[in-house]
C-alpha cells in the first residue's frame, strides 16, 4: 500500500520556524528518495529537498541554510525543518518518494499537500 500522509502546516509569521511531517506505509519509506516539493498559487510545482535511503540530502538554492530535511526509520517518516521562513515560502508542501532512483528526483507518489502560509 502506498501512503503519503503530511502535516504540520500552518500560518507563522516571517521569520518563525515550522516542521513538517510526512508519514509513509512500511513500503513507500523504502524508496530510494523521499522528499519535498512546493507550489504556490499560479506558480508550477516546484523542488525543495529530497533525503535518500543513505541520507544523502540535496536542496534548491532558495531554502538551502534555512530548511532541513531528515528522516526517522523508525517512525516510516520524512521531516522538514522549515527556520528563518519567508512570505516567499508560501505555498502547498508536497511530500513525494521515488521508488528507484534514475539520475534525477521524478517521484512516483505524492501526498495531498499541507498548506504553509508565512505572514509579513
Known amino acids: 500500500q502506498v501512503q503519503l500522509v503530511e502535516s504540520g502546516g500552518e500560518l507563522v509569521q516571517a521569520g518563525g520556524s515550522l516542521r513538517l511531517s510526512c508519514a509513509a506505509s512500511?513500503?513507500?519509506?523504502?524508496?530510494?528518495?523521499m522528499g519535498w516539493f512546493r507550489q504556490a498559487p499560479g506558480t508550477e510545482r516546484e523542488f525543495v529537498a529530497r533525503i535518500s535511503r543513505s541520507d544523502r540530502t540535496y536542496y534548491a538554492d532558495s531554502v538551502k541554510g534555512r530548511f532541513t530535511i531528515s528522516r526517522d526509520s523508525s517512525k516510516n517518516t520524512v521531516y522538514l525543518q522549515m527556520n528563518s521562513l519567508k512570505p516567499e515560502d508560501t505555498a502547498v508542501y508536497y511530500c513525494a518518494a521515488q521508488l528507484i532512483y534514475s539520475g534525477s528526483f521524478q517521484p512516483d507518489y505524492w501526498g495531498q499537500g499541507t498548506q504553509v502560509t508565512v505572514s509579513s
Open positions: 512500511a513500503r513507500t519509506f523504502s524508496s530510494d528518495v
